[in-house]
C-alpha cells in the first residue's frame, strides 16, 4: 500500500520538508517552470515539469514533494474548477490532522 499523503495549507509547508502532502489552492500565475499559487492566503511558488497545463484563477489539489529547502515540486493534481471555499478546506486540514487515525493510518 502507498504512504499516505496528507493534506495541508501553505503555512504549514515548512514544517513538511522531506515529505509529499497534498494541498488545494488556486493559480495566480504561470510560467514556463514555476506556478505562484495562493492557499488561504498564504502564496507560494511551486517548480513545474514541462507537461502541466495549468490554468490561472482554477483551484486544484496538488499533489506536491516539499524538498529539504523547502521548495515545491508538482507531482500531479486534479482541476477543481474556480469555485472553492477555502474556509471549509482550511476545517478539513485542521481537522483530518487531528484524527489522523481516521484519515491517514
Known amino acids: ?45 511551486m517548480n513545474l515539469t514541462v507537461d502541466n497545463n495549468l490554468e490561472p484563477m482554477h483551484f486544484y489539489e496538488f499533489v506536491i514533494s516539499v ?3 523547502t521548495s515545491v515540486q508538482l507531482l500531479t493534481c486534479v482541476d477543481f474548477g474556480t469555485n472553492i471555499d477555502m474556509d471549509v478546506y482550511k476545517h478539513l486540514v485542521q481537522f483530518s490532522n487531528k484524527y489522523k487515525s481516521l484519515f491517514y493510518e
Request: hydrophobic share 30%.
Open 1 to 45: 500500500m502507498e504512504r499516505p499523503t496528507p493534506r495541508v495549507t501553505s503555512d504549514m509547508l515548512g514544517e513538511c520538508a522531506g515529505r509529499t502532502v497534498r494541498i488545494v489552492g488556486k493559480v495566480n500565475h504561470v510560467s514556463d517552470r514555476a506556478a505562484q499559487v495562493e492557499c488561504n492566503d498564504h502564496p507560494f511558488e
Open 67 to 69: 524538498k529539504p529547502d
